[in-house]
């Protein structure tokens, strides 16, 4: 693992940190080369940017405060320690729903629309995000017998684990480009992306969490924090799913 990429004297560059920095950045980068099919002005795409990444990292690590709050009881500045990790995907889904929702309507956009150009931006970051987590050393999986096996010198054991943080880099890039192709070939309604993207994901991070092996806070019905969020995700995707069919239905009925 490398959790320094550079240190020289008083500069450090942590690769966790580094690599959060350019989930952002391509994220942003991407949504902003898509903004225009959208006819969405670039300078909104850096507003919801700046929305984005304080409600991503203040989400996130909420979450992971509130899942390993035993962690900090005993030295609560840890609670600022964001350069030795410490931050839950989930939850800075959630803010950033929330927070761009709240832009997306007070500025009056298109909900869907603004939300399928956003949701290909996700599975970018989050692909540098993992990288991060993986050179970090945390996220690891449980120990393995098979080829795909690492050892992650951080720890006390040594042993070979599932490198899950490599695992679910790849998912993101195939789940973006399966969203590009949908939008390509198969999207008949707006939101289908952003429906798609929650149901792909939360199947995802239900079945990979069977491989973690990371301290991830108390199980609730046998189930990890994140497999309850994957399963409300399902609910959440599926009410949305719902919606848009129903106002799509209604749409072609004005029309005819």
């Not at 990292?57 to 500045?77: A, C, K, M, Q, T």
């Not at 991070?205 to 969020?229: H, K, T, W």
């Amino acid at each position: 693992m490398h959790p320094v990429i550079i240190n020289l004297g008083p500069l450090t560059i942590h690769s966790y940190g580094l690599f959060i920095s350019l989930g952002f950045t391509f994220g942003i980068l991407l949504a902003i080369f898509r903004a225009p099919r959208f006819k969405i002005e670039t300078a909104a795409v850096l507003d919801m940017a700046i929305y984005s990444i304080i409600s991503a990292i203040v989400g996130s690590r909420i979450f992971y405060i509130i899942v390993n709050h035993h962690e900090y009881v005993n030295d609560p500045l840890k609670v600022f320690y964001l350069h030795k990790g410490g931050l839950v995907f989930y939850g800075g889904l959630i803010g950033v729903v929330a927070a761009l929702s709240y832009y997306i309507t007070k500025n009056k956009f298109d909900y869907f629309k603004t939300a399928d150009m956003l949701i290909t931006s996700l599975p970018l970051g989050h692909f540098f995000g993992r990288i991060g987590c993986f050179l970090n050393g945390c996220c690891y999986g449980a120990v393995t017998t098979s080829s795909f096996g690492i050892n992650f010198p951080n720890l006390k054991e040594a042993a070979l684990r599932h490198p899950t943080q490599l695992y679910e880099a790849a998912f993101c890039l195939v789940s973006l480009f399966v969203l590009l192709a949908v939008e390509k070939l198969f999207k008949k309604a707006d939101g289908i992306l952003f429906v798609l993207y929650i149901y792909m994901y939360s199947t995802w991070r239900f079945a990979i969490e069977f491989l973690r092996d990371d301290d991830r806070g108390a199980f609730i019905f046998g189930l990890s924090p994140s497999q309850n969020v994957s399963a409300g995700g399902w609910i959440f995707a599926t009410l949305v799913l719902i919606y848009i069919i129903k106002k799509n239905n209604k749409s072609k009925k004005v029309s005819n």
